[in-house]
């Protein structure tokens, strides 16, 4: 079974700064996708970012970008000019690629964006 | 708004009882997916279902069950509730059943047992 590690109960960055979220995975299979989400106070459930374990190049979404290790099994989230309304609980997850759709996820970060 | 809709919004209810949990999907899609996020579990995949079947089950207990109707709406079953079933359900849905497709999340449920 896979499993999904976040390191990170909580982070923290100033306004305007960078921030790196951890996640590190375990799967014995090649081929899967890997994602963050957003979780605000709302409890809303957002898609960040996405990454396909065949594509070397790191996924980027505007201000959010991965440094994806396939062989460390890592994924991390770098947010970049860090806003307000970054401030969330952030998920990493992983998903099969061939043995099912389900979403595993970590335990989450709390990040606080201190103005 | 991901045009998943989940009713109720929030329920609270007392041990013992048992509660229904509805879910519509986004126009078009087939697939419906539940979650539940507790403090001791996280967030845990309950169970998949597909154009009406049953994909996928994961650590679901036998008191909780699922159906999808023919109109593609879902709802959850959770029966002689104890305190520890309190979280948040959501459902997804995706267009498909296969991991290509992307899950989009409702706004779930807030389950409550008093």
């Known amino acids: 079974a896979q499993t999904v590690t976040q390191s990170q109960p909580e982070m923290s960055v100033q306004e305007a700064e960078t921030v790196t979220l951890s996640c590190t995975y375990d799967?014995?299979?090649?081929?899967?996708?890997l994602f963050w989400y957003k979780q605000p106070p709302s409890r809303q459930m957002i898609l960040v970012i996405r990454?396909?374990?065949?594509?070397?190049q790191n996924a980027t979404e505007n201000r959010f970008s991965v440094n994806f290790q396939k062989a460390a099994k890592s994924f991390s989230l770098k947010i970049s000019d860090s806003q307000l309304g970054d401030a969330a609980m952030y998920f990493c997850?992983?998903?099969?690629?061939?043995?099912?759709?389900?979403?595993?996820f970590g335990e989450g970060t709390q990040l606080t964006v201190n103005p | 708004d991901s045009g998943v809709t989940q009713t109720p919004k929030h329920l609270i209810t007392a041990t013992g009882q048992r509660v229904t949990l509805r879910c519509s999907p986004r126009?078009?899609?087939?697939?419906v997916y539940w979650y539940q996020q507790s403090l001791d579990q996280g967030l845990q995949f309950l169970i998949q279902?597909?154009?009406?079947?049953?994909?996928a089950k994961g650590n679901i207990l036998e008191r909780f069950s699922a159906q999808q109707f023919p109109d593609l709406h879902s709802e959850l079953n959770l029966s002689s509730l104890e305190l520890g079933d309190s979280a948040l359900y959501f459902c997804?849905?995706?267009?498909?059943?296969?991991?290509?497709?992307?899950?989009?999340f409702g706004p779930g449920t807030r389950l409550t047992v008093t």
């Open positions: 997804a849905s995706s267009v498909e059943g296969g991991s290509l497709y992307e899950q989009y």
């Open positions: 799967t014995s299979e090649s081929d899967y996708y």
């Open positions: 990454q396909e374990a065949y594509k070397q």
């Open positions: 997850a992983y998903r099969s690629a061939l043995s099912g759709s389900r979403l595993t």
């Open positions: 126009s078009g899609d087939l697939s």
């Open positions: 279902y597909y154009n009406g079947e049953e994909r």
